[in-house]
C-alpha cells in the first residue's frame, strides 16, 4: 500500500517517477534500506518485459513493438509524445540487448536504471544467465554506446526542476501532499473537477465560487433559492409552496461517509491488460491519463465512496451509494481521504483535509481504516519497522480527539480491524504473474522476491516465502486491531459514538467461493497484494449488513420521499 513503484509500469511514465512518487512515503536512508533507485529498476524491468512480449505476440521487431506501444497510449498529458521521446533514446540499446538475448534485468543492469550496491545481491525477476553475472553485463555494455545524454536522463531526478513546469508541478506536489483538489476556486475543500482530489474523492461542487454551497452543509433557508448542500434538492413545490427541501429531507437524519484509509481505501488499482501483452491494444490505455491525475487510485469505484456501476458486474454496491439508496437526500455526500501509504503515523499530516464543520453540516459515519501501512513495509527486516500496539494506541487517540474538534455532534466512527495477510502468499504464491502468463516463467513468488531485494514491496512480512515473518506480521496485525477493539470499548467522545468491526477477508473469500467465485480474482492482479473491486465491494456490503443489524442508528431513517425525490429531481445532478 505504500509502494510507489507500480506508477511506472510503460515507458513514458519513467521521466514521471519523481511526481508521482511524491504520493507515498520515501525510504529515509536509514540503514539496511536501498536508494529510490529500486523504483527505477521495477519500472524498467516491467516495461522491457511488455516490449519484448509484444514483440512475440504480435511476431515483429523489438523496434515495431516499442512504436505498437506508443501508438497505444493516448495524447493527453503528453503521454505519447514522451513515450517516442524515450524510445528515440533508449530504443537503439534495448533493440541491440534484447536481439543478444538478454533478459529484462539484463538490459536494466546495463543500461544502469538498476544497480548492484555494495554488499547487496543482485536484484532479479528472471532467471540469472549461466555465464557469471558480472561478465554477462560486461558483455552487454560492449552493445550500448555511452551517451552523455542517456546517463543525464537516467540521473535526472526531478522533471519538476525543469522551468516550465516548475509551477504546476509544485501546485500538485501540494495537492497530493495535503489531499485537497487541484482546483478549488472558493476553498471549500470541494471541486467540479474529477480528478487530481476532485469530485472522484468528495462530492461534486455544485457552486465553485461560494464556499457556502458545499455537499454535507445543513441547507440554508431550505434552499428555496439554491442548492446550498449539492444534493439536487431546491425549490418550492407549486402545489402547496413548501420548499423541497423541507419537504422531503426535514427529520430525515441526513448524514455523509467519511474514509480515513490507504491505498486499498482508495482503491489502487494498476488494470492487468497494462501488462499483459496478448491483452494490450488501443483500449488499454484510455484510462491511463485519469489514472494518473488520481495517484493510480479509483476512487469513483471504491468499497467505501464509489458512486459508479461496478465494472466486474456484481450486485454489491459501496457504502455511500447504500446510503445515497437509503436516503436520497444524502446524494453527494462522500469524502475519500484516503492515501498511498496512509497510515496511523501519518495521518495526521492530511486529516485536516476533513471538510466538516460541527456547527453548519450534518453528522458523518467515518470509518478509521488504516488496515496495512502500520506492518507493512519494504525493509529487509521489517518487523522493527511495525507501530507497536502503544504507539498504535497513541496515534489513534490522537485521530479520534481531532474527529471529536470537527465533527457534528450526532455522527459515528467505525474502527476497521487489520487483516490477516497470510491469504496472499498462500493464494499466489504459485500462480503466474501478470507479466509471466505468457511464457509461463514469472511467478508471484518470483514477482515477490524481486521487489523484496530491490527493498520496494508493498509488504514484505505478507509478500514473502518467510512463513515466520508472514506469522509475525499477521501476529502484529492482530494485536493492533485488539487495541482498536479496546478503544471501541473504553473510550467515548462528545460528538460521536465509537464502533469496531473486524476485516474478516476469510469470510470474503469463503462467500465468494460459495458463489463459484476463486480466492486469486478478490487479489489485484497487477501487484499481488491490493483488495481488488470486487473484494472491496463485498467487504463493503458485509459491513453494511453488521451496521445494519448491530448499530441501526449510525446509518439513519430510509427515507419514505424517495421515490417522489426521484420523480422531481430525476439523478439529482449526478455525481
Given at each position: 500500500?505504500?509502494?510507489?513503484?507500480?506508477?511506472?509500469?510503460?515507458?513514458?511514465?519513467?521521466?514521471?517517477?519523481?511526481?508521482?512518487?511524491?504520493?507515498?512515503?520515501?525510504?529515509?536512508?536509514?540503514?539496511?534500506?536501498?536508494?529510490?533507485?529500486?523504483?527505477?529498476?521495477?519500472?524498467?524491468?516491467?516495461?522491457?518485459?511488455?516490449?519484448?512480449?509484444?514483440?512475440?505476440?504480435?511476431?515483429?521487431?523489438?523496434?515495431?513493438?516499442?512504436?505498437?506501444?506508443?501508438?497505444?497510449?493516448?495524447?493527453?498529458?503528453?503521454?505519447?509524445?514522451?513515450?517516442?521521446?524515450?524510445?528515440?533514446?533508449?530504443?537503439?540499446?534495448?533493440?541491440?540487448?534484447?536481439?543478444?538475448?538478454?533478459?529484462?534485468?539484463?538490459?536494466?543492469?546495463?543500461?544502469?536504471?538498476?544497480?548492484?550496491?555494495?554488499?547487496?545481491?543482485?536484484?532479479?525477476?528472471?532467471?540469472?544467465?549461466?555465464?557469471?553475472?558480472?561478465?554477462?553485463?560486461?558483455?552487454?555494455s560492449q552493445s550500448v554506446e555511452k551517451s552523455p545524454t542517456l546517463k543525464y536522463?537516467?540521473?535526472?531526478?526531478?522533471?519538476?526542476?525543469?522551468?516550465?513546469?516548475?509551477?504546476?508541478?509544485?501546485?500538485?506536489?501540494?495537492?497530493?501532499?495535503?489531499?485537497?483538489?487541484?482546483?478549488?476556486?472558493?476553498?471549500?475543500?470541494?471541486?467540479?473537477?474529477?480528478?487530481?482530489?476532485?469530485?472522484?474523492?468528495?462530492?461534486?461542487?455544485?457552486?465553485?465560487?461560494?464556499?457556502?454551497?458545499?455537499?454535507?452543509?445543513?441547507?440554508?433557508?431550505?434552499?428555496?433559492?439554491?442548492?446550498?448542500?449539492?444534493?439536487?434538492?431546491?425549490?418550492?413545490?407549486?402545489?402547496?409552496?413548501?420548499?423541497?427541501?423541507?419537504?422531503?429531507?426535514?427529520?430525515?437524519?441526513?448524514?455523509?461517509?467519511?474514509?480515513?484509509?490507504?491505498?486499498?481505501?482508495?482503491?489502487?488499482?494498476?488494470?492487468?491488460?497494462?501488462?499483459?501483452?496478448?491483452?494490450?491494444?488501443?483500449?488499454?490505455?484510455?484510462?491511463?491519463?485519469?489514472?494518473?491525475?488520481?495517484?493510480?487510485?479509483?476512487?469513483?469505484?471504491?468499497?467505501?465512496?464509489?458512486?459508479?456501476?461496478?465494472?466486474?458486474?456484481?450486485?454489491?454496491?459501496?457504502?455511500?451509494?447504500?446510503?445515497?439508496?437509503?436516503?436520497?437526500?444524502?446524494?453527494?455526500?462522500?469524502?475519500?481521504?484516503?492515501?498511498?501509504?496512509?497510515?496511523?503515523?501519518?495521518?495526521?499530516?492530511?486529516?485536516?483535509?476533513?471538510?466538516?464543520?460541527?456547527?453548519?453540516?450534518?453528522?458523518?459515519?467515518?470509518?478509521?481504516?488504516?488496515?496495512?501501512?502500520?506492518?507493512?513495509?519494504?525493509?529487509?527486516?521489517?518487523?522493527?519497522?511495525?507501530?507497536?500496539?502503544?504507539?498504535?494506541?497513541?496515534?489513534?487517540?490522537?485521530?479520534?480527539?481531532?474527529?471529536?474538534?470537527?465533527?457534528?455532534?450526532?455522527?459515528?466512527?467505525?474502527?476497521?480491524?487489520?487483516?490477516?495477510?497470510?491469504?496472499?502468499?498462500?493464494?499466489?504464491?504459485?500462480?503466474?504473474?501478470?507479466?509471466?502468463?505468457?511464457?509461463?516463467?514469472?511467478?508471484?513468488?518470483?514477482?515477490?522476491?524481486?521487489?523484496?531485494?530491490?527493498?520496494?514491496?508493498?509488504?514484505?512480512?505478507?509478500?514473502?516465502?518467510?512463513?515466520?515473518?508472514?506469522?509475525?506480521?499477521?501476529?502484529?496485525?492482530?494485536?493492533?486491531?485488539?487495541?482498536?477493539?479496546?478503544?471501541?470499548?473504553?473510550?467515548?467522545?462528545?460528538?460521536?459514538?465509537?464502533?469496531?468491526?473486524?476485516?474478516?477477508?476469510?469470510?470474503?473469500?469463503?462467500?465468494?467461493?460459495?458463489?463459484?467465485?476463486?480466492?486469486?480474482?478478490?487479489?489485484?492482479?497487477?501487484?499481488?497484494?491490493?483488495?481488488?473491486?470486487?473484494?472491496?465491494?463485498?467487504?463493503?456490503?458485509?459491513?453494511?449488513?453488521?451496521?445494519?443489524?448491530?448499530?441501526?442508528?449510525?446509518?439513519?431513517?430510509?427515507?419514505?420521499?424517495?421515490?417522489?425525490?426521484?420523480?422531481?429531481?430525476?439523478?439529482?445532478?449526478?455525481?
Amino acid at each position: 500500500m505504500r509502494s510507489p513503484w507500480e506508477v511506472l509500469l510503460v515507458a513514458p511514465l519513467l521521466l514521471l517517477l519523481p511526481l508521482h512518487t511524491s504520493a507515498s512515503p520515501a525510504y529515509d536512508g536509514r540503514p539496511g534500506a536501498r536508494p529510490s533507485n529500486g523504483h527505477t529498476c521495477a519500472a524498467c524491468v516491467v516495461v522491457v518485459s511488455v516490449i519484448e512480449q509484444l514483440a512475440q505476440v504480435h511476431n515483429s521487431t523489438v523496434q515495431a513493438s516499442m512504436k505498437r506501444l506508443c501508438d497505444y497510449l493516448p495524447e493527453k498529458l503528453f503521454l505519447k509524445t514522451t513515450c517516442y521521446l524515450v524510445v528515440h533514446m533508449y530504443g537503439p540499446s534495448i533493440t541491440k540487448l534484447l536481439a543478444a538475448k538478454m533478459t529484462a534485468d539484463v538490459v536494466c543492469h546495463t543500461l544502469e536504471f538498476c544497480q548492484q550496491n555494495p554488499g547487496q545481491p543482485v536484484c532479479h525477476l528472471y532467471p540469472l544467465p549461466k555465464a557469471p553475472w558480472q561478465f554477462t553485463l560486461a558483455k552487454a555494455s560492449q552493445s550500448v554506446e555511452k551517451s552523455p545524454t542517456l546517463k543525464y536522463f537516467r540521473g535526472s531526478t526531478d522533471i519538476c526542476s525543469l522551468p516550465f513546469l516548475a509551477k504546476i508541478c509544485q501546485k500538485i506536489k501540494w495537492t497530493i501532499k495535503n489531499s485537497v483538489p487541484f482546483r478549488d476556486v472558493d476553498s471549500d475543500k470541494y471541486s467540479i473537477s474529477p480528478t487530481l482530489r476532485g469530485c472522484h474523492w468528495r462530492g461534486r461542487d455544485c457552486d465553485d465560487g461560494d464556499p457556502r454551497a458545499s455537499p454535507g452543509r445543513r441547507p440554508d433557508h431550505w434552499d428555496v433559492h439554491r442548492d446550498s448542500n449539492c444534493n439536487g434538492i431546491w425549490g418550492v413545490d407549486p402545489e402547496d409552496g413548501i420548499p423541497y427541501e423541507k419537504k422531503f429531507c426535514e427529520g430525515s437524519e441526513p448524514r455523509g461517509i467519511v474514509l480515513l484509509g490507504d491505498s486499498a481505501g482508495a482503491h489502487f488499482h494498476v488494470p492487468p491488460e497494462w501488462l499483459t501483452a496478448s491483452q494490450m491494444s488501443l483500449k488499454s490505455f484510455f484510462n491511463l491519463p485519469t489514472a494518473l491525475t488520481d495517484e493510480l487510485n479509483w476512487p469513483q469505484l471504491s468499497g467505501a465512496t464509489g458512486f459508479l456501476n461496478s465494472t466486474s458486474g456484481i450486485k454489491e454496491k459501496s457504502i455511500y451509494l447504500h446510503l445515497r439508496q437509503r436516503n436520497r437526500c444524502n446524494h453527494r455526500d462522500y469524502q475519500n481521504l484516503s492515501k498511498n501509504g496512509a497510515s496511523s503515523r501519518n495521518l495526521k499530516k492530511f486529516i485536516e483535509s476533513l471538510s466538516r464543520n460541527p456547527l453548519s453540516d450534518h453528522p458523518a459515519i467515518v470509518i478509521y481504516a488504516m488496515i496495512g501501512n502500520d506492518v507493512c513495509n519494504g525493509r529487509i527486516d521489517p518487523v522493527p519497522e511495525m507501530t507497536t500496539p502503544e504507539q498504535f494506541y497513541s496515534n489513534v487517540m490522537e485521530t479520534l480527539k481531532y474527529l471529536n474538534s470537527r465533527l457534528p455532534n450526532g455522527s459515528h466512527v467505525i474502527l476497521y480491524g487489520l487483516p490477516d495477510g497470510t491469504f496472499l502468499w498462500d493464494t499466489l504464491h504459485s500462480r503466474h504473474h501478470p507479466l509471466g502468463q505468457l511464457n509461463e516463467d514469472v511467478t508471484y513468488e518470483q514477482f515477490y522476491s524481486f521487489l523484496s531485494c530491490l527493498q520496494v514491496s508493498p509488504c514484505h512480512g505478507w509478500m514473502s516465502s518467510n512463513k515466520t515473518l508472514r506469522t509475525l506480521t499477521s501476529q502484529r496485525a492482530e494485536q493492533l486491531s485488539q487495541t482498536l477493539k479496546k478503544i471501541a470499548a473504553s473510550k467515548t467522545f462528545t460528538n460521536f459514538d465509537l464502533f469496531y468491526a473486524d476485516f474478516d477477508f476469510q469470510e470474503i473469500m469463503k462467500r465468494w467461493q460459495e458463489r463459484g467465485g476463486e480466492p486469486w480474482q478478490l487479489i489485484e492482479p497487477s501487484d499481488g497484494f491490493h483488495p481488488s473491486e470486487v473484494a472491496l465491494l463485498l467487504l463493503a456490503d458485509s459491513l453494511w449488513d453488521k451496521v445494519q443489524r448491530q448499530w441501526p442508528q449510525v446509518l439513519g431513517k430510509e427515507n419514505p420521499f424517495n421515490t417522489q425525490i426521484e420523480q422531481v429531481f430525476g439523478d439529482q445532478g449526478g455525481h
